[in-house]
């Protein structure tokens, strides 16, 4: 996947709940409010963005590497 596939893909994951968000936006009374919404969105971009452009997260961070990880990331394994 080229860049420009990967920057569409990351878009169209998050433009319906970016639609949403500015329909409603001038509904929103409570500055307090306001910003939860403004903050949970930038979270939702931030998770997609990870995933879409580095790949599915990790189910646990602290599950062990295996070694073709390490390998493949040119770093050498502790002993």
């Known amino acids: ?3 420009k596939e990967k920057v569409d893909a ?6 319906e709940e970016l639609r949403q968000f500015v329909e409603e936006e001038s509904q929103i ?6 910003e939860e ?4 969105l930038s ?3 931030a998770v997609e963005l ?3 452009s580095q790949g ?5 961070r602290n599950s062990k590497k295996s070694d073709d990880q390490f390998r493949s990331a040119g770093i050498k394994k502790r002993s």
């Open 29 to 34: 009374t409570s500055s307090t409010e306001y």
């Open 10 to 15: 990351i878009l169209e994951s998050i433009r």
């Open 50 to 52: 990870i995933a879409k």
């Open 43 to 45: 979270r939702k971009f």
């Open 37 to 40: 919404r403004v903050l949970a």
């Open 1 to 3: 996947m080229d860049s």
């Open 56 to 60: 599915e997260l990790p189910k646990s």
